[in-house]
C-alpha cells in the first residue's frame, strides 16, 4: 500500500471549516483514500472514503486532487468535540478476501480552539 | 448492544497470569481484526479473520493466541506476558466487499502487564 504524508499537527477555530492535508503521491491507480479519525483513548472511527471523485456524507468532504496525489479532508463547521488525531491511509480494495489490512501512520493531530 | 464491544475496558496482569480479551459485533460482519496501539506508536494490526479464518498473523508472538469460534465474536488469549506489550488492544470488525469497506472499532482494552 501507497505511503501517506500528513502534518504532526493543526489547529483550528470553534466554528470554520478544517482543511487537513494529505499527500500520497504513490499512490497506484486501484487504491483508494480513507480517512479515519481518533479521539483520545478511544478506538478509531471510520470518516469517508474515495477513489476518484470527491464525497461527501454526513461528517466531512473528501476532496482528491486529479493527479489523485494529495486529498484533503474538510470538516465543514468544526467543533470542540473534532479534536482527534486523524490518519489518511492509501490500501488497495481486493476483490477476494484475502490481505484486508489498515496500515496506520502517525496522522495528523487536530485540535479545536474555543 | 449495538457496534462492536471489548471487555474487560481495562486490565492489569501479571507477567505470569492468563488472562483473555474478548470482542463482540453486532453488525453482521464477515471479517474481524485485532490490533495493538503502544503509546506514541502507530496502530499495529495483529490478526485477521475473515469467516472464522486467519489469514494474517502480523508476525505475532506465541504468548498472543487469538481465537475466532463464530463471525461475531473473537478472543485474544495471553499467557506470559511482557511489560513491553502494555498497550491499548483494538479489536475491529468490517463487512468485505468489492467497492470498499470500512472498519469499526470497538472502545478497545486498556492492557497494562507489571
Known amino acids: 500500500d501507497a505511503k501517506t504524508t500528513q502534518p504532526p499537527s493543526m489547529d483550528c477555530a470553534e466554528g470554520r471549516a478544517a482543511n487537513l492535508p494529505c499527500n500520497h503521491s504513490?499512490?497506484?491507480?486501484?487504491?483508494?483514500v480513507y480517512w479515519y479519525r481518533q479521539i483520545h483513548s478511544q478506538g478509531p472511527q471510520y470518516i469517508i472514503h474515495?477513489?476518484?471523485n470527491n464525497e461527501t456524507n454526513e461528517m466531512a468532504s473528501l476532496i482528491i486532487t486529479e493527479d489523485r496525489k494529495s486529498s484533503t479532508l474538510i470538516l465543514p463547521h468544526a467543533t470542540l468535540r473534532d479534536t482527534a488525531v486523524y490518519y489518511c491511509?492509501?490500501?488497495?480494495?481486493?476483490?477476494?478476501?484475502?490481505?484486508?489490512?489498515?496500515?496506520f501512520g502517525t496522522g495528523t493531530r487536530l485540535t479545536i480552539i474555543p | 448492544e449495538t457496534g462492536v464491544t471489548q471487555t474487560p475496558r481495562h486490565l492489569v496482569m501479571g507477567m505470569t497470569n492468563k488472562k483473555s480479551l474478548k470482542c463482540e459485533q453486532h453488525?453482521?460482519?464477515?471479517?474481524m481484526y485485532w490490533y495493538k496501539q503502544s503509546a506514541k506508536k502507530p496502530l499495529e494490526l495483529m490478526f485477521v479473520?475473515?469467516?472464522?479464518?486467519?489469514?494474517e498473523n502480523n508476525s505475532v508472538p506465541s504468548r498472543f493466541s487469538p481465537e475466532c469460534p463464530n463471525s461475531s465474536h473473537l478472543f485474544l488469549h495471553l499467557h506470559t506476558l511482557q511489560p513491553e506489550d502494555s498497550a491499548l488492544y483494538l479489536c475491529?470488525?468490517?463487512?468485505?466487499?468489492?467497492?470498499?469497506?470500512?472498519?469499526?472499532f470497538g472502545p478497545g482494552t486498556r492492557l497494562t502487564v507489571t
Open positions: 475491529a470488525s468490517s463487512q468485505v466487499h468489492l467497492a470498499g469497506y470500512e472498519q469499526y
Open positions: 474515495g477513489l476518484k
Open positions: 453488525l453482521g460482519h464477515n471479517a
Open positions: 504513490t499512490i497506484s491507480g486501484n487504491e483508494y
Open positions: 479473520y475473515n469467516f472464522k479464518e486467519q489469514t
Open positions: 491511509i492509501v490500501r488497495v480494495v481486493r476483490s477476494n478476501f484475502g490481505n484486508e489490512k489498515l496500515t
